[in-house]
């Protein structure tokens, strides 16, 4: 469908016009002329990028699955919210994970531009999972000021909220780094 849609505007995956752009010669490959997709600079990165998000994921889902017990005993509302939050983080590796991995595919006559473009809907999957979470926390939080409950073990809730900042932070330099 992107192939379709970039064809019409006429324009590569490289962001020129091909319009009066003249085919063959020295330096192009394909088969009208030169290649279409995923340049070397973005394939080199691709496999790294698959690298760090899968232990994004994990060290994620290792900090939600933590919080998830003490909110269990607790009853905090707050730290489900950043429970949520987490659990949001981490799912939103698995649809990147695939576009990372869709994107390292080679064109092909059907995709002749590749499978780059699969990351924008990767963007769209994540920004739902986002709008999903924050519902979900927002909804549990308007719960629980119509229906209150006492918050227990503060001592294992503060660990808690320690726990989801450092995990969070871990992930964010561990990304940055990457």
């Known amino acids: 469908m992107w192939t379709k849609i970039v064809d019409w505007f006429g324009f590569g995956a490289h962001g020129h016009d091909h319009s009066g752009h003249r085919h063959g010669g020295p330096g192009h490959h394909g088969p009208h002329g030169h290649t279409h997709g995923v340049i070397d600079a973005t394939i080199a990165t691709t496999e790294r990028g698959i690298w760090a998000i899968k232990w994004s994921f994990v060290i994620l889902a290792i900090t939600a699955a933590l919080q998830v017990a003490v909110v269990v005993f607790s009853g905090s509302v707050a730290l489900l919210a950043d429970t ?4 949001a983080d981490a799912t939103t590796a698995i649809p990147l994970w695939i576009a990372f991995a869709l994107a390292r595919r080679k064109p092909t ?3 002749t531009y590749g499978l780059g473009r699969v990351e924008d809907l990767a ?3 994540i920004v739902l999972i986002i709008l999903a979470s924050a519902l979900v926390a927002g909804y549990e939080a308007v719960n629980r000021l119509f229906n209150p409950q006492p918050v227990r073990f503060l001592g294992w809730l503060a660990a808690a909220g320690i726990i ?6 871990a992930v964010a330099v561990f990304r940055i780094r990457v």
């Open 123 to 125: 963007g769209i999957v």
């Open 84 to 87: 949520i939050h987490n659990i």
């Open 109 to 111: 006559r059907t995709f």
């Open 164 to 169: 989801g900042f450092l995990g969070n932070e």
